[in-house]
């Protein structure tokens, strides 16, 4: 079956600190892979994903993901954290099929403190 | 706003009832899923059109839950008979007609509709 494994559930951390929230999938064909922030009460916008090319991809706000085959992992990292950057973060993976669905992980809360 | 739009944002019914949830996608997006996000998880997979057609449905839709996108604009989800476990977070997403496959994988979602069942 195929499955997103968010390995952290909470991830607490100071203000300008760098973070790093992992992701591991399940997967032995091509992938589509994802990550969506969700802040409270509001549906997933998605952050940046993974196609084709470039392994490593960056979003607008800092974030960068690293496509990794060989361990299949996708996981999360910023170098510096701002308190706006408090939400939960959410893994996904589509397959390479017409279906277009995709298999979220847990997600994991990321806390940034003063 | 040219965003997925979801009514109602919130619903609370009483076990028993019927409730009905409306999904607007994006105009010119062709494919439209539903997801159900429970307390402390990611979303799941419930069903997905393409156009009018209802191409798969998840083994988590029961038979008291029908979906419909009748002329391949909105869609509507229903829950008949609900019951506590039903309640979550209905999210609708919906996905753009391109001619190379991967946009057929970028999904945008609406802000989801709270569902409650006392």
């Known amino acids: 079956a195929q499955s997103v494994t968010q390995l952290d559930s909470q991830v607490p951390v100071f203000e300008e600190a760098p973070v790093e929230l992992r992701c591991n999938y399940s997967?032995?064909?091509?992938?589509?892979l994802f990550w969506y922030v969700q802040y409270p009460n509001q549906g997933l916008q998605l952050l940046l994903k993974y196609l084709s090319g470039s392994t490593l991809v960056e979003s607008i706000n800092g974030f960068e993901a690293e496509f990794n085959k060989s361990q299949t992992s996708f996981h999360l990292r910023k170098p510096s954290v701002h308190i706006s950057d408090t939400a939960e973060y959410f893994c996904a993976v589509s397959y390479n099929t017409n279906a277009g669905k995709s298999t979220f992980g847990d997600g994991t809360t990321l806390t940034v403190k003063p | 706003d040219t965003g997925v739009s979801q009514n109602p944002r919130h619903k609370i019914t009483k076990r028993g009832q019927n409730v009905t949830f409306r999904c607007d996608p994006i105009?010119?997006?062709?494919?439209l899923y539903w997801y159900r996000q429970t307390l402390g998880q990611g979303p799941e997979f419930l069903t997905y059109f393409q156009n009018e057609a209802q191409l798969e449905k998840s083994r988590l839709l029961s038979d008291r839950f029908s979906a419909e996108r009748p002329k391949g604009s909105f869609s509507t989800l229903e829950i008949q008979r609900t019951e506590q476990g039903d309640s979550a977070m209905y999210l609708c997403?919906?996905?753009?007609?391109?001619?190379?496959?991967?946009?057929?994988?970028?999904?945008?979602f609406g802000p989801g509709t709270r569902l409650t069942v006392l």
């Open positions: 105009s010119e997006h062709n494919r």
């Open positions: 997403a919906s996905s753009p007609r391109g001619g190379r496959e991967s946009s057929y994988n970028e999904q945008f």
């Open positions: 997967s032995s064909v091509s992938v589509y």
